[in-house]
């Protein structure tokens, strides 16, 4: 790295390690309270760049004591039903190891739950199967792209790859997929008019789908993410553009001094909240490989 990279990077390292808690875990912000997906995308970014391993350590515990008898991990201690971090505290556990027993009941967590779903009535204004079953962000509530691609990438990378429920939320993203490349949020048309893709759900699709379909499935998909990720300057769709692609095999020239740009912008709209400052630093360390770090 040169002197100004450097001084970013450190920074924003720096920036991280200060929202940590003495009780362990991390914060959204300074001052804040602990959070559990804060936590994770801190661990994975602290991994990323070889640091502080007993702050990672301690982090990993404070998330153990966070999960619950059956195996989740809910986003606040009197907020059970909200239980998407739990596939973020399996990616964490899993990049440093000796946490077997909370991904095992995380993973046996994760398998027996789902949306809710429903049969499709006639004259519906969705345009998708709403049968296929993901994840919600909630307790009795219809699956989307974030929670299902992100509970794909913490069974995939525990060895659940070929798990029934895995192969059909795989159905389920490719289901959901736009008809001119690309995913939003989870819906593809309502009212029979298509939506629009959007670059932060585009890139988790992919990184999900990598390893389970056929490049030419997602092509234009992938189109769709070249050229927009060369006008992103926001942190999450720069991030999760360059994790879609790099999932893939694709490195977009310059990715790097894009990175630092968007740290830089700090200076004019304030600091960013910890899982921003988190995805960058992976992001760059990685050069965009999220799926080598939480895989390896």
Not at 72 to 83: F, I, K, S, T
Not at 189 to 213: D, H, K, W
Not at 276 to 292: D, F, M, P, Q, R
């Amino acid at each position: 790295m040169n002197m100004d990279s450097d001084r970013l990077i450190t920074k924003s390292i720096e920036m991280i390690v200060s929202r940590s808690l003495k009780g362990g875990g991390f914060a959204p912000r300074q001052n804040g309270e602990f959070r559990p997906d804060a936590t994770a995308w801190s661990i994975l970014a602290l991994v990323s760049d070889n640091a502080c391993e007993d702050l990672v350590g301690n982090a990993c515990n404070r998330l153990a004591a966070s999960q619950l008898n059956d195996g989740r991990v809910p986003v606040a201690e009197d907020l059970d039903n909200v239980y998407w971090p739990t596939a973020l505290a399996v990616l964490a556990w899993k990049s440093i190891g000796g946490f077997e027993n909370e991904i095992k009941s995380a993973v046996k967590f994760l398998v027996k739950t789902s949306g809710f779903h429903f049969s499709i009535e006639k004259n519906s204004p969705y345009g998708h199967d709403t049968t296929i079953r993901g994840w919600p962000w909630i307790a009795n509530a219809h699956s989307w792209i974030e929670p299902t691609s992100m509970a794909i990438l913490a069974l995939k990378a525990t060895g659940n790859a070929s798990h029934e429920r895995v192969q059909e939320a795989v159905r389920m993203i490719l289901d959901r997929k736009l008809p001119a490349g690309g995913w939003n949020y989870g819906n593809t048309t309502v009212f029979n008019r298509e939506l629009s893709p959007m670059p932060e759900y585009t890139g988790q699709a992919l990184s999900a789908l990598s390893g389970f379909v056929q490049r030419s499935e997602i092509a234009k998909s992938i189109d769709y993410l070249e050229k927009e990720i060369s006008i992103l300057q926001t942190p999450l769709s720069h991030c999760w553009g360059l994790f879609g692609l790099g999932a893939w095999s694709i490195k977009i020239r310059g990715n790097r001094e894009r990175i630092l740009n968007s740290l830089s912008l700090q200076q004019r709209y304030g600091q960013y909240d910890t899982l921003l400052l988190s995805k960058l630093v992976i992001a760059y360390n990685t050069e965009g490989n999220l799926s080598g770090l939480i895989m390896s």
